[in-house]
C-alpha cells in the first residue's frame, strides 16, 4: 500500500488497542510519532531506499509463484521466500524482535514500525504475487492517466476513493472503517480475520505451531484476490470507466479493514495477552 493505506491501517489499529499494547506503543514508539501508528506506518517505505536499510526491501512483499491467470493461487513459504526474506519471515522476526527485552529501545521501535508496515503490505493482494512483477509491470489506464496495476492498487484507487467519499481524509476514512468494524456490515467477519492471532503461542519453542503459520494465512487470504479479481480487468479500457474500480474498492475497505484490526490484536496478544 501507498501512504495514505498504511495510515488508514495504522489509525484503524490504534482504535482497537488494549492497555498493555497501548503502554508499550507510547514508551516505545519514536516521539516524533505522538504515540500514533497512523503516521509511524509509513516510516518503513519511507527508509527502504536508504543504504543502510536496503536488507529490508524484500520484507514488503512475498513473490508468490503461482498461476492466477489459470485460476492457480498460492503461497508457499519454501517456494516463494527468497533466501534474503520477504513479508512472511520479515513479521516472524519482527514479533519475536518487539518482545525481546534485552534489545533497545531503538530496536524494539523499529520492529513497532516493522510490524505496523508489514502486517499492512500482507493485506494487498499484488504484494502476495510474483506475476507481472506484483503487477508493476502492467500498464493501465486509470482515471485518465497512464499507470501500472500495482500503483493503482497501492494508491491510485485509495486517493479516488478519499477524494469521493471522505472529504480526502484518511482519519475520517479509518473511522469509517473502525465503525463499520464495530457496529456496521464488517462487524460479523472481524473474528475471522484473526482466527490465527496468537503470536506468544507461535513464538513458543516448545509449541509445534510455526512462527510463520499467521503471515502465512494471512497472505495466502490477499493472493486468493489475485484469482478471484485483481487480474480479470478490460484490457485497453480505463480501470474507472469500467467497474474494475468500483468493484475494487469494497476489496480494499475490507483488507485496510484487516489490517488494521489484526495489527491491534497482534500487539494486544504480545502486551495484554489476550486479543
Ligand atoms: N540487517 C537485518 N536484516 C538483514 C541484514 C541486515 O536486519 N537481512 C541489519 C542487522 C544490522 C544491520 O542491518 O543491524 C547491518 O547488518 P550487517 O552489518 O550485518 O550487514
Ligand atoms: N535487524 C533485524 N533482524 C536481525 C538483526 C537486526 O531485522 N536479526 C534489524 C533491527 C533494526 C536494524 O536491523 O531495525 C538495525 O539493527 P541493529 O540495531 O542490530 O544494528
Ligand atoms: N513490489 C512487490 N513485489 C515485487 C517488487 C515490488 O510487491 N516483486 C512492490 C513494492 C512497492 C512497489 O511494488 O510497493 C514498487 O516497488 P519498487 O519501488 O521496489 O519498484
Ligand atoms: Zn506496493
Ligand atoms: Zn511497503
Not at 531506499?49 to 526491501?57: D, F, H, L, P
Not at 481524509?169 to 468494524?181: G, Q
Not at 475471522?192 to 519453542?205: F, Y
Amino acid at each position: 500500500w501507498g501512504n495514505d493505506g498504511h495510515e488508514t491501517i495504522g489509525y484503524i489499529a490504534q482504535a482497537f488497542l488494549t492497555s498493555g499494547a497501548l503502554s508499550f506503543v507510547q514508551e516505545y514508539l519514536d516521539s516524533s510519532y505522538d504515540g500514533q501508528l497512523g503516521p509511524a506506518a509509513i516510516w518503513a517505505d519511507s527508509v527502504k531506499y536508504e543504504k543502510a536499510y536496503e536488507w529490508s526491501q524484500p520484507y514488503h512483499f512475498v513473490d508468490a509463484m503461482d498461476s492466477p491467470l489459470s485460476g492457480s493461487c498460492s503461497v508457499e513459504e519454501t517456494r516463494d521466500c527468497g533466501s534474503d526474506g520477504c513479508i512472511l519471515t520479515a513479521i516472524a522476526n519482527y514479533t519475536k524482535r518487539i518482545t525481546e527485552t534485552s534489545l533497545s529501545k531503538t530496536q524494539r521501535d523499529e520492529a513497532l514500525k516493522f510490524l505496523t508496515h508489514f502486517l499492512g503490505d500482507v493485506t494487498q493482494p499484488l504484494h502476495c504475487e510474483n506475476y507481472e512483477v506484483g503487477g508493476n509491470d502492467i500498464d493501465v489506464t486509470f482515471n485518465g492517466d497512464s499507470d501500472n496495476l500495482h500503483s493503482v492498487w497501492d494508491t491510485g484507487m485509495i486517493e479516488l476513493n478519499l477524494k469521493a467519499n471522505y472529504d480526502n481524509s484518511v482519519t475520517e476514512y479509518a473511522d469509517a472503517l473502525v465503525t463499520r468494524i464495530k457496529s456496521g456490515d464488517l462487524k460479523s467477519q472481524a473474528p475471522s480475520w484473526i482466527s490465527c492471532v496468537n503470536p506468544t503461542e507461535k513464538l513458543d519453542s516448545r509449541a509445534t505451531i510455526s512462527p510463520l503459520e499467521c503471515p502465512i494465512e494471512w497472505a495466502r487470504d490477499s493472493n486468493a484476490y489475485d484469482c478471484s479479481y485483481v487480474f480479470r480487468y478490460t484490457k485497453g479500457s480505463d480501470l474507472v470507466k469500467t467497474s474494475y474500480y468500483t468493484g475494487a474498492i469494497p476489496i480494499i475497505d475490507v483488507q485496510l479493514a484487516k489490517g488494521g484490526y489484526r495489527l491491534a490484536a497482534w500487539l494486544n496478544t504480545l502486551f495484554d495477552g489476550s486479543s
